[in-house]
Structures are given as C-alpha cells and as structure tokens.
C-alpha cells in the first residue's frame, strides 16, 4: 500500500474561459490532517469535488488511495468512493431527507452493502456503533430535520465513518453553525482523528476550525495553491490579511489559531 493518500499533478480546472483551480503539484500523505484554507471562491470545493471523481478538469492527474479517479470507469470509480468518507458543506434539505438519525447513518453503510441489499446485522452494529461514539444514540429515532444544525452534522459526520473510510473529506463542517457547535465539532474531529488516524483533508475558510492536531496547512487564493506548510509558517499575518482584509491579526493559543482585529495579535 503507498504511503501517500492523495496526488495531484499539473491540474487545471476551468469553468467557461476562466482558471479555477491551477495546482501544479499537492500530495497527501495517509494518516495526515491537512487543513486546505483560503476564502470564499478560492477553489476549494472545487479540488474537492476533483478528489471524489466529480468534477472535470483540462488536463492534470488526480491519484486517490492509489488510482487515477477522473480515469477510472463509472463502476470503478463507485467502488473507490466508498473508500472515502466526504461530509458536504451544504445540508439536504429537511423535506429531502424525511429520515431518521438512524436511517441517515445507515445510507453509509448501504453503499458498502450494495443499494439493493438490505443491512445484515453486522451493519447496523456498525451504524449504532457509530452514534454512540459520536454521542447520537438518544437521538437514533428522531427525524434528521427535527434536530439541531450541529446535530446535523454529526450525523453527516456517522454516516460518512459507517464506511470504514481510508480517507475523509470534510468540507467546511461548521458552516452556519454557532460558536458552541463550531467547537464541538472541531472536538468531535479531533477525537475521530486521534482514536483512527484516518487521513483526513479539512476545509475551511476560518482558521479557528483548524484542530490543534493539524500539522499542515494549504493555503488556495484564487486557484491557486500559495502555501503549504506547518501553520506556525502557513498563517502568518501578512498572508491572513493579503487573504481577508488589512485589518486582520493572527492568534495563536493552546495549539488552536484565531483571527483577531485591528492587526494586532500573538504569533
């Protein structure tokens, strides 16, 4: 097995007449936690979406878990996804998802069973073990749009682990959600990567989603990959202000990074 989870050559990603996302050259080794930063717009979501075999690309080699994904036949490219764990930035719709938690979880695992087969015991001893973990048992029979948006995404979270994935791929996992449920995820993916030591690429645009475990830091603006490094050297102030704004500070406290204003702040 390689040792590296992810490998991007000379890609390039264009929609209409315009570059939106140029990266010569990214690997991700397994086991790591890279966190991949940058605003709004910068293309992350985009070399997420290329990582899952979703998004088409001018020219540039992807490698996932050691295959070509943008090559591979529609069969084969199924059979890889469900080696990769991905939790979307946007939350279905409660009408689009009359389930419950428990029944959310569980489409995890009807991707590894086949769509057709119903779960085996086996299976479900996995989803249950999956809520517990993630602190979703008591709420396994409620419906996934009743519960709360934090709530939500631990859920998203159970049904992407459900897999036995190689790789997760989360995609700004506290999005809308308040200061409490921000932190309580963060904990939660923390927690998952300590006790798994799965390889993990985390997106986001807020430097305070980083967990304190993340080693490594890519910077995307505009397309284009500007850093990559451990944070001490990614999140510096000039690059954070350059990022968002002139008026911007960097914190750095207990292993975890915040952006503070007024320019001021403790690297």
Known sequence: MSDVAVHIEGLLVRAGHRDILSVDSLGVSRGELLGLLGPNGAGKSTMLRCLLGMQGHVRGRVEVLGREIGTLPAGERTILRRRIGYVPQILPAQSEMPL???????????????????????DWRIVDEWLDRLGLADLARRGFGEISGGEQRKTLIARAMVQNPELLLLDEPTANLDLGWRERIVEVVEELYRQTHITVV?????????????????????????????????????????????????????????????GHGNE
């Open 100 to 122: 419950t938690v428990q029944e959310v979880v569980a489409i995890g695992r009807t991707g590894i069973a086949g769509l057709l087969r119903p779960l085996k015991s086996a």
């Open 202 to 262: 985390l997106v986001c645009h807020e430097l305070e989603v980083l967990p304190a475990c993340c080693g490594r830091v890519v910077v995307l603006d505009e397309g284009r990959l500007t850093a990559d490094g451990p944070p001490a050297e990614t999140l510096t102030a000039d690059r954070i202000q350059s990022l968002y704004g002139p008026t911007l500070g960097v914190m750095h406290t207990a292993g975890r990074w915040a952006v503070v204003p007024g």
